[in-house]
């Protein structure tokens, strides 16, 4: 294992039927850190036939591994949930230099990680069908789940490990096979992911991965005839178009994608606790999350008081060395996003808005940035920034606050803080979206929660109860007994 670690920070090759091995054309890019764009690893730049070769040894191992017992599949995730334990410090290691994660961030994904194994564990044991009545005499009906075969897995570059985690483990808890394809801007961590699974005893070509650019390899695990559901988290753009690959083949796909979730604040909140959940909510690694609350709505009769201390809070935070624990904000991904967050800064500051704080680099790293006289002609109201830039939007009220926060074409998550039970209660159930919190930031998320959000943030949830119903087919069976 040792060796197998230190080889990986070097090389990462692709994992295929229970062998690391080359790609067939040897070509691999760069895995750069983006703290500094210094290479951090060469990976192998998986093409077509790589994901070819991937698809048929799942399909293979699929042939055995429909047929293991739940007990069997509960101990390989068990064992996998020790070992990722085991070795946090590589991942944690890895998620800072892959991806910029400040230490906090990478310490909650993996704990994150090590939770959804177990949790993906405990779903073996409950695939369960039903006894039926039947309206005829001497008929007995039953239902039955059975596993789908082979499940293409995508993931985003922000969470890379809970995400491969996630996307990988219901799928091998309810017996599937797997198929990972992570983002070329992470693909260490989900290698050292597979290490895991392949450590703790899973059977060769039941967790495969191939990495590449999505944009040129994507289509070709997406539409392949063997792969017989697409796990999906990333952009709405390309969200969008891997659903329609799937509903034309009559795939399931399930489709986790971009948020600008809302987070009210009502007359009569408690402001500190508000402000925390701002500034946590929008801010955790530098605002490159889904569930980031880039639209606050605070109502008029408090907004100079938020405001205020929004934006000392927000101040306060620390741009330090991504190891020490202070550290909140650390660097942007990639220079693709980096143009995107100064471009939609620039566009809200010519169109009139206000820069409260922030819109100043450092490096990679954007200070984070409070703007408010944001209308709908701006970038920043219209479409995921994904990065540390936030608008706060005056309110007048629970009726307003409702009418504009359902002013988007994303619906991912929510929040509101009152304390007041029935405005409460009116907003969890009109806020269009899939995800609602009373005095509690945006960004929450456990690994058995039904996970997803409505419009153009997706399609479907995720989460280990409700991925038995994903990720199995139900098959109503009778016996006739006269
Ligand atoms: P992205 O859409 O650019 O890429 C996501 C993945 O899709 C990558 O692995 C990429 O290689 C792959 N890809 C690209 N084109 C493809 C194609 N044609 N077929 C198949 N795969 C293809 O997203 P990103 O920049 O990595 O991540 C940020 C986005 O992800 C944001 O929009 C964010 O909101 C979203 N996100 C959503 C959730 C959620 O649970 N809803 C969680 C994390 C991130």
Not at 215 to 227: E, K, R, W
Not at 254 to 271: M, Q, R, T
Not at 417 to 445: C, S, Y
Request: aromatic share 8%.
């Amino acid at each position: 294992m040792e060796k197998v670690l230190q080889n990986k920070v070097e090389t990462i090759d692709l994992w295929i039927g229970g062998k690391r091995i080359t790609p067939i054309k040897n070509n691999y890019f760069n895995d750069l850190n983006p703290e500094d764009d210094s290479i951090f690893a060469r990976v192998a730049e998986g093409e077509k036939n790589d994901i070819e070769y991937a698809v048929l040894n799942a399909h293979e191992a699929f042939k055995t591994y429909r047929h293991s017992l739940a007990k069997e599949r509960e101990e390989y995730l068990l064992k996998t949930a020790l070992l990722v334990e085991k070795y946090q410090k590589d991942f944690v290691n890895i998620l800072i230099k892959e991806v910029g994660s400040p230490i906090g961030k990478a310490l909650y994904e993996v704990e994150y990680a090590i939770n959804c194994l177990r949790a993906a564990a405990g779903i073996a044991r409950r695939i369960n069908g039903q006894t039926l009545p039947s309206d005829n005499v001497g008929r007995f009906a039953l239902t039955m789940r059975q596993p789908l075969g082979v499940v293409g897995a995508i993931t985003p570059f922000n969470v890379p490990l809970l995400k491969s985690t996630k996307l990988s483990s219901s799928p091998l808890a309810t017996g599937n096979t797997v198929v990972l394809l992570p983002s070329e801007e992470a693909p260490m961590i989900t290698s050292l992911l597979v290490d895991m699974y392949h450590e703790a005893g899973l059977p060769p070509g039941t967790v495969n991965m191939v990495t590449g650019k999505g944009a040129i390899i994507g289509d070709s695990l997406t539409t392949h005839p063997l792969v017989k559901a697409v796990m999906f988290t990333g952009s709405s753009r390309v969200g969008k178009h891997i659903g329609e690959l799937c509903g034309s083949r009559m795939k399931r796909c399930l489709l986790e994608l971009g948020g600008k979730s809302p987070l009210v604040i009502l007359e009569d909140a408690d402001i500190e606790a508000a402000v925390d959940a701002a500034v946590s909510g929008q801010f955790f690694f530098q605002g490159q999350a889904c569930m980031a609350s880039s639209r606050i709505y605070v109502d008029k009769k408090i907004e100079a008081k938020f405001l205020s201390r929004f934006i000392e809070k927000t101040e306060a935070l620390t741009l330090g060395d991504l190891d020490d624990p202070n550290t909140f904000v650390g660097p942007i991904i990639s220079q693709r996003q980096r143009d995107r967050i100064q471009h939609h800064i620039q566009d809200a500051f010519e169109k009139g808005a206000k820069i409260h704080t922030g819109g100043e680099w450092i490096g990679n790293r954007c200070k984070p940035t409070i703007l408010s006289g944001v209308n709908d002609t701006m970038k920043v109201f219209q479409e995921e920034t994904f990065g540390p830039v936030t608008s706060v939007y005056s309110i007048d009220g629970l009726d307003e606050a409702i009418e504009w926060a359902n002013k988007s074409n994303y619906g991912l998550s929510s929040a509101i803080f009152t304390k007041n039970l029935n405005h409460a209660f009116r907003f969890m159930q009109e806020i269009e979206a899939g995800m609602v919190h009373v005095n509690a930031p945006t960004i929450l998320d456990e690994p058995h929660v039904p996970f997803g959000g409505v419009k153009d943030s997706g399609f479907g949830r995720e989460g280990t109860d409700i991925d038995v119903e994903t990720l199995t087919e139900l098959k109503w069976a009778t016996i006739n007994l006269t």
